[in-house]
């Protein structure tokens, strides 16, 4: 039981991060309708990065984190005016393998910076450990979910009341109607980016201040894809519900699976899902299904 | 603009002929010569670059007949490529088969998985499918590194390529042996683009439904596709294996199915000759940067923290397929043939 409530918690609070990361995939993808596969990468590298400002510039927390974040939202920029801004309007397969040489440019960049690949954030969480009844939880992961809801509900209320937000879900709805309104139709994609980039390296930040940074890290983009295609390609709702599904897929099928299968399994399911989901349901479970037409 | 001026089509054969003119045939030839004598006048330091250029091409031949003419995006490659080179060295090191067993074995079984990651590709395009062929990537390598017969993490050993009692053992022999094959497939896919298949792919790569509608089999072609292009990675990823002596599964990273996506990009998709020029340009340049580059600024640069030189590889490659997709988006074959028509007109400009 006390182990079950163990692996319920650190499933949750895992599968929120992937939903957070999942999120900066959604956001970009509604709006410019661009298939970001570089997510790991920046996860990584602003992970990388907080740990310079943490451990290496010896910044306290509340310095360090607004620098952060201001580097997400200059990153993002970056990116989407120079690789993604000359490619607007070209096919998809374009769309795709630039943000994967995008991906590929960073590696090289974090490899050169941060050259020995594994380290551990410093402790940004209490180290007492809590007591959930009969289990034992260390505290990172009830903060985890915690930062997670809290970001949740100042996107939710960014989208519903903020100008650009509005502007925002105007993009995703109908492009050419936005661009008749008025609406900087490119300044929506790079506030999309930027907003993408901020989300995923809170996402970072979190999961790798419970497992370390290391090149897994590249993996947990991935992972978030899962997310992605579970709660379906274009739905905020469905990402957020699909996180926590995967995470608790991952952790209680790694708890309870390894013992007959091979071990490392917990690695593997999030990918399993993404197959079947493909098979069965391949537009999710809230994304809207295109019907197509020549 | 395709033939020279003065050429002229009379008749059927003459219209799909490869090879059309004199000067045409004296370069192919001329280019054959040269690369059947490379041992002689190449170090085997060089040949095993070739070797490993030879290998590649094969395995970006297939992926361009999957990406490039039929337009389902796999960024998976590098997992099938490791189903073939892991069936070669099972099949020849477990089972002791023969070497051409094994070679067909690995190209056939990675066709199969290839289908099976392929099934999707019936009803999702795009993104999609690139997520799910991704997938297909780890799965494969996880089973690689769990599964006891395939040595796991250990690695697994693989004997020589041997044909009837000939073995291959020095880098000249299996130079040949690669290029050779590597020869026929180029020789493949430039006329499976031509057949009635290549059409169908093509129709299906500019639009699907459109396609459908005009009678082409989508279930049938996409899932062909897709064995073919695994098919191919299959024999690569046997030649690999038998050049290699020794496989792990580091060797089949997803980094290097980015590459290969890289690689048919840089040289231009869809074409006859764009995975040669890709596959030369991204390998020499890796290796101009793994083996000169990078040590000399490690050594010139001591004050950073060791290693740091590594990165600046896939710093470039992301960097170049970056800008070959803003700036050359049809590849280097594109300018190739500009280079063509420029140079049969001159002096006119047109």
């Given at each position: 039981?006390?182990?079950?409530?163990?692996?319920?918690?650190?499933?949750?609070?895992?599968?929120?991060?992937?939903?957070?990361?999942?999120?900066?995939f959604?956001?970009?993808?509604?709006?410019?309708?661009?298939a970001n596969l570089a997510l790991g990468?920046?996860?990584?590298?602003?992970?990388?990065?907080?740990?310079?400002?943490?451990?290496?510039?010896?910044?306290?927390?509340?310095?360090?984190?607004?620098?952060?974040?201001?580097?997400?939202?200059?990153?993002?920029?970056?990116?989407?005016?120079?690789?993604?801004?000359?490619?607007?309007?070209?096919?998809?397969?374009?769309?795709i393998t630039?943000t994967l040489?995008?991906g590929?440019?960073?590696?090289?960049?974090?490899?050169?910076?941060?050259?020995?690949?594994?380290?551990?954030?410093?402790?940004?969480?209490?180290?007492?450990?809590?007591?959930?009844?009969?289990?034992?939880?260390?505290?990172?992961?009830?903060?985890?979910?915690?930062?997670?809801?809290?970001?949740?509900?100042?996107?939710?209320?960014?989208?519903?009341?903020?100008?650009?937000?509005?502007?925002?879900?105007?993009?995703?709805?109908?492009?050419?109607?936005?661009?008749?309104?008025?609406?900087?139709?490119?300044?929506?994609?790079?506030?999309?980016?930027?907003?993408?980039?901020?989300?995923?390296?809170?996402?970072?930040?979190?999961?790798?201040?419970?497992?370390?940074?290391?090149?897994?890290?590249l993996e947990t983009g991935l992972k978030a894809f899962s997310?992605v295609i579970?709660?379906?390609?274009?739905?905020?709702?469905?990402?957020?519900?699909?996180?926590?599904?995967?995470?608790?897929?991952?952790?209680?099928?790694?708890?309870?699976?390894?013992?007959?299968?091979?071990?490392?399994?917990?690695d593997i399911?999030p990918f399993v899902i993404i197959i079947?989901v493909m098979?069965?349901?391949?537009?999710?479970?809230?994304?809207?299904?295109?019907?197509?037409?020549? | 603009?395709?033939?020279?001026?003065?050429?002229?089509?009379?008749?059927?054969?003459?219209?799909?002929?490869?090879?059309?003119?004199?000067?045409?045939?004296?370069?192919?030839?001329?280019?054959?010569?040269?690369?059947?004598?490379?041992?002689?006048?190449?170090?085997?330091?060089?040949?095993?670059?070739?070797?490993?250029?030879?290998?590649?091409?094969?395995?970006?031949?297939?992926?361009?007949?999957?990406?490039?003419?039929?337009?389902q995006l796999s960024i998976g490659h590098a997992g099938f490529?490791?189903?073939?080179?892991?069936?070669?060295?099972?099949?020849?090191?477990?089972?002791?088969?023969?070497?051409?067993?094994?070679?067909?074995?690995?190209?056939?079984?990675?066709?199969?998985?290839?289908?099976?990651f392929g099934?999707p590709s019936?009803?999702v395009?795009g993104f999609y499918l690139a997520i799910t062929t991704i997938a297909a990537q780890f799965i494969i390598i996880w089973?690689?590194?769990?599964?006891?017969?395939?040595?796991?993490?250990?690695?697994?050993?693989?004997?020589?390529?041997?044909?009837?009692?000939?073995?291959?053992?020095?880098?000249?022999?299996?130079?040949?042996?690669?290029?050779?094959?590597?020869?026929?497939?180029?020789?493949?896919?430039?006329?499976?683009?031509?057949?009635?298949?290549?059409?169908?792919?093509?129709?299906?790569?500019?639009?699907?439904?459109?396609?459908?509608?005009?009678?082409?089999?989508?279930?049938?072609?996409?899932?062909?596709?897709?064995?073919?292009?695994?098919?191919?990675?299959?024999?690569?990823?046997?030649?690999?294996?038998?050049?290699?002596?020794?496989?792990?599964?580091?060797?089949f990273s997803f980094t290097e199915s980015i590459?290969y996506v890289?690689?048919?990009?840089?040289?231009?998709?869809?074409?006859?000759?764009?995975?040669?020029?890709?596959?030369?340009?991204?390998?020499?340049?890796?290796?101009?940067?793994?083996?000169?580059?990078?040590?000399?600024?490690?050594?010139?640069?001591?004050?950073?923290?060791?290693?740091?030189?590594?990165?600046?590889?896939?710093?470039?490659?992301?960097?170049?397929?970056?800008?070959?997709?803003?700036?050359?988006?049809?590849?280097?074959?594109?300018?190739?043939?500009?280079?063509?028509?420029?140079?049969?007109?001159?002096?006119?400009?047109?």
């Amino acid at each position: 039981m006390a182990e079950l409530l163990q692996f319920v918690i650190t499933g949750i609070s895992v599968g929120m991060v992937y939903a957070l990361i999942a999120l900066g995939f959604v956001l970009v993808w509604k709006s410019s309708s661009v298939a970001n596969l570089a997510l790991g990468q920046i996860v990584l590298i602003s992970s990388w990065f907080t740990y310079s400002m943490l451990a290496q510039a010896e910044l306290p927390v509340y310095i360090a984190f607004p620098i952060v974040i201001l580097f997400a939202l200059f990153l993002g920029w970056v990116i989407e005016r120079f690789a993604l801004r000359p490619l607007i309007a070209q096919p998809i397969l374009s769309l795709i393998t630039v943000t994967l040489g995008i991906g590929y440019f960073i590696e090289g960049v974090i490899t050169f910076i941060w050259p020995w690949s594994v380290d551990a954030l410093p402790r940004l969480f209490p180290k007492e450990v809590i007591h959930i009844g009969p289990a034992v939880i260390s505290q990172e992961y009830v903060w985890v979910i915690v930062i997670c809801l809290v970001v949740f509900v100042l996107l939710t209320a960014f989208f519903r009341y903020h100008r650009m937000g509005i502007a925002m879900r105007a993009t995703a709805d109908d492009q050419m109607a936005v661009q008749a309104c008025g609406i900087p139709v490119t300044r929506v994609f790079s506030t999309s980016w930027m907003f993408a980039c901020c989300v995923a390296a809170i996402g970072g930040v979190l999961i790798s201040s419970i497992g370390g940074i290391t090149h897994g890290l590249l993996e947990t983009g991935l992972k978030a894809f899962s997310v992605v295609i579970l709660g379906g390609l274009d739905s905020f709702a469905g990402a957020i519900i699909a996180g926590p599904i995967i995470g608790l897929c991952e952790s209680l099928g790694g708890g309870y699976l390894t013992p007959y299968l091979w071990a490392g399994v917990k690695d593997i399911i999030p990918f399993v899902i993404i197959i079947i989901v493909m098979v069965i349901k391949p537009y999710g479970l809230f994304g809207e299904e295109r019907i197509e037409r020549i | 603009m395709s033939l020279p001026c003065g050429t002229r089509n009379h008749n059927y054969a003459e219209d799909m002929a490869i090879v059309r003119t004199k000067t045409h045939r004296v370069l192919i030839i001329g280019l054959l010569v040269i690369i059947f004598t490379a041992p002689l006048y190449f170090s085997n330091y060089w040949l095993g670059v070739f070797n490993l250029i030879g290998i590649t091409l094969i395995a970006a031949i297939g992926l361009n007949i999957l990406v490039g003419y039929c337009g389902q995006l796999s960024i998976g490659h590098a997992g099938f490529i490791a189903v073939g080179a892991y069936t070669a060295a099972i099949l020849t090191n477990r089972l002791e088969m023969p070497f051409l067993v094994g070679l067909i074995g690995a190209g056939v079984v990675s066709g199969l998985i290839g289908i099976i990651f392929g099934l999707p590709s019936v009803r999702v395009k795009g993104f999609y499918l690139a997520i799910t062929t991704i997938a297909a990537q780890f799965i494969i390598i996880w089973v690689i590194n769990h599964w006891g017969y395939t040595g796991g993490f250990l690695g697994i050993k693989v004997p020589y390529a041997s044909i009837g009692g000939f073995v291959f053992r020095s880098e000249s022999s299996q130079f040949y042996l690669i290029i050779i094959i590597a020869a026929l497939c180029v020789f493949f896919a430039k006329n499976l683009a031509r057949t009635k298949v290549g059409r169908a792919f093509i129709a299906i790569r500019d639009n699907d439904l459109a396609a459908e509608v005009m009678g082409i089999n989508l279930l049938y072609y996409k899932l062909l596709a897709f064995f073919i292009g695994c098919f191919f990675a299959g024999i690569a990823g046997a030649l690999l294996a038998h050049w290699i002596g020794f496989l792990n599964a580091e060797q089949f990273s997803f980094t290097e199915s980015i590459l290969y996506v890289g690689m048919i990009i840089i040289g231009g998709l869809g074409t006859s000759l764009g995975p040669i020029f890709g596959v030369v340009f991204i390998r020499i340049l890796q290796q101009l940067l793994t083996v000169e580059l990078v040590p000399f600024l490690e050594s010139s640069f001591t004050m950073f923290p060791s290693g740091f030189a590594t990165g600046i590889t896939p710093m470039l490659f992301g960097l170049v397929i970056v800008l070959f997709l803003i700036l050359e988006p049809r590849g280097l074959a594109h300018r190739w043939s500009l280079f063509k028509s420029a140079y049969r007109l001159w002096p006119f400009s047109y």
